[in-house]
């Protein structure tokens, strides 16, 4: 059986959305008869039971043969990526090597091919043998080209509108709680908040001032994409979780909060035409808040992207055709 080891480190600076597509690309990986392998700094006890089941094998050293590598760490630098290239051939000979980048900062030389899934990106100096580029390669999971049944989530109350509150990771500058808070002051009975955290004693007391809301954690694939389905806009944060709403055809605010989503909130803007506000610093102006929120609300729900469920099947695809 041949074998796929994903080396991402996930958890605390690193965030999530790393290790959830490379869950993706695992499970087209394992649908097709590979085994997978997670190498990574991380507790894996914390992962979702979806992305967990995505890999077969755990492995905190990094000593498993394999066919291909595919790493997937924002924060290793190029000389890095030498050292972990150069040990990795030695370990097994051959084999095809997949880098997931987000910045275009580094050369990516040494690896067969480099994945960057950046909006409308067609172009790109990579010193990789190959590159897959743009929005069309998004790695989605399976999910969201099969959304749980509608039928038992909660219909409109009385004309509110539901929005999905979704800024992912630790959100360590409470941008949750600021957001509701910003729709609070635009009409408590306008809004039904279905929020996705996985603090909500936090928000309680803002929470409380609407009518009715939703606190979701731990959430899979199809369930996420049913509240996409279910939601008539959303405020989220420029990460993982755009590609995710863009493939749903959701409208939203974006939320830039950290500096390696700035490119990308950029190209949300300008390519997608949705409003972004720039949090890097750790504000948000809620009077801008209040103004992307009417945008996108007067916006019709129609496609906008080039993302579809088809990803992580594309990568597969060029993966398998380089390993021979």
Not at 191 to 202: D, G, H, N, R, T
Request: net charge negative.
């Amino acid at each position: 059986m041949k074998r796929v080891v994903f080396k991402c480190a996930f958890g605390g600076e690193n965030g999530w959305g790393h290790v959830v597509r490379c869950s993706a690309l695992a499970a087209a990986f394992k649908n097709n008869g590979w085994e997978t392998c997670l190498w990574g700094g991380g507790d894996s006890d914390l992962l979702p039971s979806e992305v967990h089941s995505a890999f077969v094998r755990l492995d905190a050293s990094g000593s498993t043969k394999a066919d291909v590598l595919c790493i997937d760490e924002m924060y290793t630098e190029q000389s890095s990526f030498d050292e972990l290239l150069a040990r990795w051939r030695r370990l097994n000979g051959s084999g095809v090597v997949l880098g997931i980048d987000d910045m275009q900062v580094r050369s990516m030389a040494g690896f067969d091919l480099v994945l960057n899934t950046e909006i409308a990106l067609r172009e790109a100096s990579y010193r990789s043998l190959k590159a897959l580029l743009g929005e069309r390669y998004a790695l989605l999971r399976s999910g969201f080209g099969a959304p749980e049944n509608t039928a038992d989530l909660p219909q409109m109350w009385e004309g509110s509108v539901p929005v999905l509150v979704m800024i992912g990771g630790t959100d360590p500058f409470g941008f949750t709680e600021r957001v509701l808070e910003g729709l609070a002051e635009m009409g408590s009975d306008r809004f039904l908040p279905i929020v996705v955290s996985s603090e909500p004693k936090a928000m309680v007391d803002t929470l409380a001032r609407f009518r009715a809301y939703r606190v979701l954690s731990r959430l899979g694939s199809a369930e996420v994409a049913a509240w996409m389905g279910f939601c008539r806009i959303g405020v989220i944060a420029c990460g993982s979780t755009l590609y995710e709403a863009s493939g749903m055809g959701l409208p939203f605010v974006g939320l830039s909060v950290v500096d390696n989503q700035t490119a990308t909130a950029r190209k949300v803007r300008t390519e997608w035409g949705m409003p972004v506000l720039n949090c890097e610093k750790g504000s948000l102006d809620p009077l801008a808040l209040q103004s992307g929120v009417e945008t996108v609300l007067s916006r019709a729900r129609r496609p906008y992207s080039e993302v579809d469920t088809k990803g992580a099947e594309r990568v597969f695809r060029e993966l398998e055709i380089l390993c021979g």
